[in-house]
């Protein structure tokens, strides 16, 4: 294995694994208001057509995995365990997200 691909492996290990321990507690810490989605961020997601990634999520059958493990989805007035599930895989996702981006910064060649 080449330097650049164990490098991309632990990168990939440390944010994955990483957001395991920080999502929840991150999830905890930031108020709820946060992570209200905005008529306008709905409507950029219709412009975006953010409806046909959720289209392939329903073909690979990614969603119905979702909704088995998650059957509140549905619901009109989902419970508080949920937004709070939700908002930990938000941070998780977030932390992945920083940590590939500082590892980038750091990677990247300077001229």
Do not use: Q
Not at 60 to 87: D, G, Q
């Amino acid at each position: 294995m080449s330097e650049g691909s164990a490098f991309a492996l632990a990168t990939s290990l440390v944010s994955n694994n990483g957001a395991f321990f920080v999502g929840n507690k991150l999830g905890r810490a930031l108020p709820e208001s946060d992570f209200h989605v905005s008529d306008g961020a709905n409507r950029i997601g219709r412009v975006l057509d953010v409806d046909v990634f959720r289209r392939f999520l329903d073909l690979i059958l990614r969603n119905r995995v979702v909704r088995c493990m998650k059957p509140h989805l549905t619901e009109r007035r989902p419970p508080k365990e949920l937004y709070a599930s939700v908002r930990s895989s938000g941070m998780a996702h977030a932390w992945g997200a920083a940590v590939h981006l500082v590892v980038a910064l750091v990677a990247a060649p300077i001229s």
